[in-house]
């Protein structure tokens, strides 16, 4: 009996000298270039100690809270010339914890790696439905979502495991870049497939995987020559994040006091034009910023220092443990623009040829100007964000409609006309996303009911003008969904083969159906080209009004030409050549890229185009 009392004392007195339960991040670098380095330290009462680091390392800055449990440790890198020091938590003279954190050995081009940019084609994966490559992890007992693939808005289990064994399919595709949305922990009780309600930002969700899966598909993306893109999310978490379960700070997130005076929720209004709107009521604004952009993903507030510190450390962490290729950030005008100017700068500061791509989901081309580094129009409040590239909505709202629609001064094939009439307002206009449909929005094979004919049109087009064409995925075998009557769930259906005993397998092109065979076909040759194409890279554009619902543009530099033809008419259109003779001097012949067939092109000449077609033309 006395034995068992001895060792209940000993386990009691061991339970609570263990204080420390989480340390973020776990493990940095030697070598970067900014060597200021915020270490989290959370754990019961843990503020209560003295703390020191072994080594004599001096700490540069203490940050204790109003929460007890959190300590806030500033370490000058420089100063540290081992590959690991202490964390000693002390009462008096006694210590009652301690970690040893360990700085790694950076590789030497971390700093200048490349990133995506218009030499690429980025691809849209949602990991949960895309492939289940480890039926293992589908469920996970610490997780509390299980897998249940006949609930359209449940886990279906797709997985990392699942993209690296597709990576053939990829890269024959012809896409370089591979942008998955959040593959983070997101443990919330339902619709968690989606990602964007994290929870633990240092953890791949188990039921995709781990962290060293993670690395292993950036690793072999990188062997093939493509990159990997993380979705990041600098305006909110998931409710059920930890650290939103025990804030360190009452104002680590925007919160809302009721009638009672209780803290609470209050939603977003979503009018992000409040961030330059010169006429704004200030509690609209207060609205659309600090607001929740839902119930179950509560707003962080970037201009707290210690959150946009800790928002600044951990996407640096995985771009250096990751190796990855870039960032696309998600909803970014919801957030303190003042702060993400500070955080995009951080960023591209320790990555100088890093890109960062931010969703400014707005319809007016000035607007998401504005976001692009070096905006002119952000000039004129003294503003820069530092962002290097922004998302082309207008494109993606006018190219359906442009297609629907029969030509008149401002509509159909004039839309596309007078979108790109907006060049001008972009102070990168190479560096900017260009997509015709992504997780968010109507599948567009739906919009125009699978005819591969509006498809085609669609994809020559942002294959070839200027910016980083991205594709959804599925888009190129026909995949549909309908937003409207299914809701989000039907928009992110499974592919097809990606799961044990599935009916069929569109990953492989000899079992695809003959319709699959027809999108596949014209992508793969497409992206493919364009590859090596470095007049659509980085290229100047010279474009001609639209008549009969054609539209006719060119790219050209001083060693190449194309010439781009889009015929939305109903039928056959034949124009003369001669009103495009100045970008066709010196051409006699032009070569369209899908077909192989050749045209003559030169201005003396007459042109033939099919109804609802488009022609590719390298000029010769």
């Known amino acids: 009996m006395k034995k068992h009392i001895i060792f209940l004392l000993l386990l009691v007195a061991a339970i609570s000298f263990a204080q420390i339960q989480k340390v973020e991040p776990a493990f940095w670098w030697h070598g970067m270039k900014n060597p200021e380095l915020q270490i989290l330290v959370y754990g019961k009462d843990i503020a209560k100690y003295q703390v020191e680091l072994s080594d004599n390392i001096k700490v540069q800055d203490l940050t204790k809270t109003e929460n007890p449990n959190y300590v806030f440790i500033t370490v000058n890198t420089n100063g540290v010339n081992n590959s690991s020091f202490k964390i000693n938590f002390k009462n008096g003279k006694k210590t009652v914890d301690s970690y040893t954190y360990e700085l790694k050995k950076r590789n030497p081009h971390s700093a200048g790696r490349n990133s995506f940019s218009s030499k690429d084609v980025m691809y849209l994966i949602m990991p949960d439905r895309f492939a289940n490559g480890d039926l293992s992890n589908d469920s996970q007992p610490d997780l509390t979502e299980k897998v249940n693939r006949n609930l359209p808005s449940g886990r279906h289990g797709g997985d990392l495991r699942g993209i690296i064994n597709n990576l053939d399919y990829l890269q024959n595709l012809g896409v370089t870049a591979l942008w998955l949305t959040p593959a983070n922990e997101d443990n919330e009780k339902k619709t968690s497939y989606h990602g964007y309600a994290q929870t633990d930002l ?88 600090n607001g929740w952009f839902d119930t179950t993903m509560p707003d962080l507030n970037q201009s707290n220092p210690l959150v946009l510190k800790y928002l600044t450390q951990n996407a640096i962490w995985w771009i250096e443990y990751a190796e990855l290729g870039g960032l696309r950030v998600d909803t970014y005008p919801y957030n303190d623009k003042i702060a993400m100017a500070k955080w995009a700068k951080a960023i591209t500061d320790e990555y100088p040829n890093f890109n960062i791509v931010g969703e400014a989901w707005m319809q007016n081309p000035a607007h998401i100007s504005f976001w692009q580094k070096d905006s002119k129009i952000a000039e004129i409040e003294n503003y820069n964000s530092y962002l290097p590239s922004v998302m082309d909505f207008p494109l993606y709202t006018d190219l359906p409609n442009a297609l629907k629609e029969q030509e008149s001064w401002d509509s159909g094939m004039m839309k596309l006309y007078n979108s790109f009439g907006n060049d001008f307002l972009y102070p990168n206009i190479n560096n900017i996303l260009v997509f015709f449909e992504n997780h968010d929005t109507e599948r567009f094979n739906e919009i125009f009911k699978d005819d591969v004919r509006y498809y085609k049109m669609a994809m020559s087009l942002i294959a070839t003008v200027r910016g980083i064409p991205q594709i959804y995925y599925g888009s190129e075998i026909g995949m549909q969904g309908d937003k409207n009557k299914g809701g989000d769930a039907d928009i992110r259906r499974d592919f097809p083969g990606g799961w044990k005993g599935d009916a069929q397998n569109a990953f492989d092109p000899k079992t695809q159906t003959a319709a699959q065979k027809e999108f596949h076909g014209f992508t793969q040759k497409l992206l493919n080209w364009r590859k090596g194409k470095e007049v659509i890279h980085s290229g100047k554009t010279k474009h001609y009004m639209p008549r009969e619902n054609v539209y006719v543009y060119f790219r050209y530099n001083d060693n190449d030409k194309v010439m781009v033809i889009i015929n939305n008419n109903d039928k056959e259109q034949t124009f003369d050549l001669g009103r495009f003779a100045e970008s066709l001097s010196g051409v006699t012949k032009g070569k369209d890229v899908i077909s192989g067939k050749e045209f003559l092109v030169s201005p003396e000449n007459k042109m033939t185009v099919s109804a609802k077609s488009s022609l590719i033309l390298e000029l010769q």
């Open 202 to 289: 240092y953890k791949i969700d188990g039921r995709y995987g781990t962290n060293e899966e993670y690395l292993e598909l950036s690793r072999d993306l990188q062997k093939r020559g493509m990159m990997l893109i993380q979705d990041y999310v600098t305006n909110h978490w998931g409710i059920s994040h930890w650290m939103i379960q025990d804030l360190p700070t009452q104002d680590w997130i925007h919160q809302f006091k009721d009638g009672e005076g209780k803290y609470g929720f209050k939603r977003s209004n979503y009018r992000i034009t409040s961030q330059f709107d010169t006429n704004i009521a200030e509690i609209d604004k207060k609205e659309a910023l």
